[in-house]
């Protein structure tokens, strides 16, 4: 037997009540132990062997609170509702995967009324708790002042993550003001000598990094920190912003490990932290510029970014293969997914710039018919000037509603374009001026007197105040209604994170450390208050976006900002998909696939095809296809293709919606290839176990040594064998066994560079 833990920390069997500080020993101790069971039999010890003691124990015992256990069939946490604080106690996942936290959570420990610090005691209300097997809240209060924290944890699907929020009610009738709360503290114990991974990836926001996807070693001293916005800017030479999640493994044991990410589009972070047996996670609102203060109304809340906490099997793609089903469950809009034709073909105007007018627009309708796509997108250049959302009457002489009633007239769909927040200097009525003194106030900056917008691009108002929140709440409502919309594509600097105006409900500014730039049309704030500016923000787009989708049910929001620069788990429980690069060569589309595929669903993933050299029929497959793994919007002029060209497209856009769609959809996803260097050979598996077939994309760079290559396939039956049918004719259809295409691999051979194939594959005893 053992020797007993409970003796060697030196207190007496009812100092249990210590438990909590003294869990960290125990946990050392425990690793020594083979089972759970084992441990639990050991903590109950001391009561059976101490004779008088007996009873107080029983009496402890009784009072104990009981760890609730929330679960899904990826994830296991123990809960713990202590008298003044609650606590994540473990988490248990696939393959014995076990982590234990050697933390309680940190509640706020004061807030400031009428400019004093008071400082907070919390008390547990068991009576308002909610405990049932898929949703644990524990409650807390303070009563001077009269504060409730809700600690709350949500199994919202039957697999994947699980989400938590802490939302904080003021009942105390007066303000208050609130310090940082971060939406979680993980503190694991672990074994010093593992070799821990973290794997996480960055926003396409742009153009995408020579990088793009990190594996960092997470070594003794490891310090990271991943920040994500509202629009992501590159600095020079600075961090990328990251779509907020971390996947940590240890590298011996790389099959199972532990992730989390954030669900909210403002100003978030995550910091990771290795120190001996210690692995420290943060997620939630960045507190940097800080210090972070927002006010809560008499009545009103605060609820912290929610955030998802799962653990994983079969490696990085494994947790991929669970997230973006759980994305898709649990985030995206269930109407959506209904819709067969979703992902969408796109024929987008931006090929022609801001060139564009009725003769255009009703050319590409009628070519895009001819090829098989499935919504026109009008970009900028429609309107009368920024802010001033009504159709230029020279460019459009019969409106926008004429173009989508020819759109519809042939089987497509409509939308449009449209930076919706923010102001320039049109004065017609109906525009957003930057002068009127209302929007002046609404402005998160105030601009020079020789300000000028750029082409399609205005500064910035902020939503988060309520009036300006109504203004473009009814805006873009009118604009759906009017224009008979059926997509809205939002674009640039939307939300705002900064603001100099003390009159709006976030914190003020320190205007003596607000730093104003201008940034190609924009005055972008950085401030202090800059997260809670972000904070309320968001909630109002949010909300915006939530009434038009009630609205307007099967109306689709495309996420642009400026080609990928609010890609986030917020906004893809608010929008439909994604513009994931502003960047749209084949090799940056492949790079901004390769990223982002690793944690959203790919039908969210748009790649805009833009005009590209293609002197041979094969690099215009290989163009077509770099955007045709997710979403696919060409954004080129179709009808100067040449007729070879043409007939490519209309097979390929034919085969997309026959037989990728499908998979992209509803297919496991395996990057079977390093990162796209435009050199060397890369490609992407798609196998949909439900339909026992698959695909791979394979390309070739310019790498001019290497006409063959060979990708080792993942997720397939090593028992069975499969039929290989290369759709470009680059090899004669045959069978190989799934354990040779899973060590050897597929071999693909691709006589020119810049090429590509599909190479579809389907269990051979199912069918055909
Ligand atoms: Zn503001």
Same mark, same amino acid.
């Given at each position: 037997m053992p020797i007993n833990p409970i003796k060697s920390l030196g207190f007496s069997p009812c100092g249990m009540f210590f438990w909590g500080k003294a869990r960290t020993r125990l946990h050392n101790w425990k690793k020594s132990q083979k089972t759970m069971i084992e441990l639990k039999r050991i903590r109950r010890a001391p009561c059976l062997a101490a004779g008088p003691l007996l009873i107080a124990c029983v009496v402890w015992a009784a009072q104990a609170p009981t760890p609730k256990i929330l679960a899904t069939s990826s994830v296991s946490l123990e809960l713990n509702a202590g008298k003044q604080v609650p606590a994540l106690v473990r988490i248990k996942g696939p393959a014995g995967l076990l982590l234990v936290n050697r933390q309680e959570e940190t509640l706020p420990a004061a807030i400031e009324l009428d400019g004093a610090t008071?400082?907070?005691?919390?008390?547990? *209300?068991?009576?308002?708790?909610?405990?049932?097997? *898929?949703?644990? !809240?524990?409650?807390?209060?303070? %009563?001077?002042?009269?504060?409730?924290?809700? @600690? =709350? @944890? =949500?199994? *919202?699907?039957?697999?994947?993550?699980?989400?938590?929020?802490?939302?904080?009610?003021?009942?105390s009738g007066r303000e208050v003001w609130l310090p940082m709360v971060d939406s979680l503290r993980l503190d694991w114990s672990t074994d010093a000598n593992n070799s821990l991974r973290n794997l996480y990836v960055e926003k396409g926001a742009g153009s995408p990094s020579p990088q793009g996807t990190h594996l960092d070693t997470v070594s003794d001293g490891y310090h990271w920190t991943g920040v994500s916005s509202t629009y992501a800017f590159s600095e020079n030479g600075g961090p990328r912003e990251i779509i907020p999640a971390e996947f940590i493994f240890d590298a011996a044991r790389p099959q199972a490990g532990w992730y989390a990410g954030v669900e909210f589009s403002g100003r978030t972070r995550i910091s990771l932290e290795r120190s001996g047996q210690s692995l420290k996670s943060i997620l939630g609102l960045n507190p940097d510029p800080g210090p972070f203060r927002t006010r809560i109304e008499p009545g009103g809340s605060f609820e912290t970014p929610t955030i998802f906490l799962g653990a994983f099997l079969g490696g990085v793609d494994g947790a991929g293969n669970q997230l973006r089903p759980w994305v898709r469950?649990?985030? +995206?809009?269930?109407?959506? @997914? #209904?819709?067969?034709?979703?992902?969408?073909?796109? +024929?987008?105007?931006?090929?022609?710039?801001?060139?564009?007018? =009725?003769?255009?627009?009703?050319?590409?309708?009628?070519?895009?018919?001819?090829?098989?796509?499935?919504?026109?997108?009008?970009?900028?250049?429609?309107?009368? /000037?920024?802010?001033?959302?009504?159709?230029?009457? #020279?460019?459009?002489?019969h409106g926008l509603a004429a173009i989508a009633d020819e759109a519809h007239r042939q089987g497509l769909r409509f939308g449009i374009w449209v930076d919706w927040t923010q102001a320039a200097l049109d004065t017609e009525p109906g525009a957003l001026n930057v002068r009127d003194p209302k929007v002046k106030d609404w402005l998160v900056a105030d601009l020079k007197p020789d300000w000028k917008p750029e082409d399609f691009k205005g500064q910035t108002i902020d939503i988060g105040a309520p009036a300006a929140r109504d203004y473009a709440a009814h805006e873009v409502k009118r604009m759906v209604e009017d224009y008979k919309l059926d997509m809205?594509?939002?674009?640039?600097?939307?939300?705002?994170?900064?603001?100099? *105006?003390?009159?709006?409900?976030?914190?003020?500014?320190?205007?003596?450390?607000?730093?104003?730039?201008? +940034?190609?049309?924009?005055?972008?704030?950085? %401030?202090?208050?800059?997260?809670?500016?972000?904070?309320?923000?968001?909630?109002?787009?949010? /909300?915006i976006y939530e009434q038009l989708r009630k609205e307007h049910p099967g109306l689709l929001f495309e996420i642009c900002n400026d080609g990928g620069r609010m890609v986030d788990f917020g906004s893809a429980a608010h929008g439909d998909y994604f513009s994931i690069t502003d960047t749209y060569d084949p090799l940056s589309n492949r790079r901004a696939f390769y990223d982002t595929s690793h944690v959203l669903p790919a039908a969210m993933l748009e790649s805009y095809v833009e005009k590209w050299a293609t002197p041979h029929i094969e690099n215009f497959r290989y163009m077509l296809r770099s955007?045709?793994?997710? @979403?696919?919007t060409v954004m080129l002029d179709t009808t100067q293709w040449t007729p070879e060209q043409h007939d490519a497209a209309r097979s390929a856009i034919a085969l997309y919606k026959q037989e990728l769609r499908p998979l992209i959809r509803d297919a496991r996803l395996y990057h079977v290839s390093e990162r796209p260097d435009g050199v060397h050979w890369d490609g992407i598996e798609y196998w949909d176990q439900a339909r026992a077939k698959? !695909?791979?994309?394979?390309?070739?760079?310019?790498?001019?040594?290497?006409?063959?290559?060979?990708?080792?396939?993942?997720?397939? %039956?090593? =028992?069975?064998?499969?039929?290989?049918?290369?759709?470009?004719?680059?090899?004669? %259809?045959?069978?190989?066994?799934? #354990?040779?295409?899973?060590?050897?691999?597929?071999? !693909?051979?691709?006589?020119?560079?810049?090429?590509?194939?599909?190479?579809?594959?389907?269990?051979?005893?199912?069918?055909?």
């Open positions: 008071v400082p907070l005691a919390w008390q547990h *209300r068991p009576a308002l708790d909610i405990t049932t097997a *898929r949703h644990v !809240v524990f409650v807390y209060e303070s %009563d001077n002042p009269h504060l409730r924290l809700r @600690w =709350e @944890w =949500e199994a *919202r699907a039957e697999f994947g993550p699980v989400e938590h929020r802490i939302s904080i009610e003021n009942l469950a649990v985030l +995206n809009n269930p109407l959506t @997914w #209904k819709d067969p034709h979703y992902p969408l073909t796109v +024929n987008n105007s931006w090929g022609s710039g801001m060139r564009v007018d =009725e003769s255009l627009a009703r050319r590409m309708i009628g070519d895009s018919k001819e090829l098989g796509l499935e919504l026109f997108g009008l970009d900028a250049g429609w309107f009368r /000037g920024v802010g001033d959302w009504y159709p230029n009457p #020279k460019k459009f002489p809205l594509e939002h674009d640039g600097y939307l939300v705002a994170q900064g603001c100099v *105006r003390d009159d709006h409900p976030h914190a003020p500014p320190n205007m003596s450390t607000a730093q104003v730039h201008h +940034n190609w049309g924009a005055d972008i704030v950085h %401030d202090a208050n800059s997260t809670d500016v972000s904070y309320h923000a968001v909630r109002a787009y949010y /909300g955007g045709m793994m997710g @979403w696919l698959g !695909v791979v994309f394979a390309f070739r760079g310019t790498v001019v040594d290497q006409p063959e290559h060979r990708f080792v396939l993942a997720g397939l %039956d090593p =028992e069975k064998r499969y039929r290989l049918h290369f759709q470009d004719g680059t090899a004669l %259809d045959s069978e190989a066994a799934g #354990k040779d295409l899973m060590a050897q691999g597929l071999t !693909v051979r691709l006589p020119q560079t810049y090429s590509s194939e599909l190479v579809f594959l389907t269990e051979a005893t199912a069918g055909k």
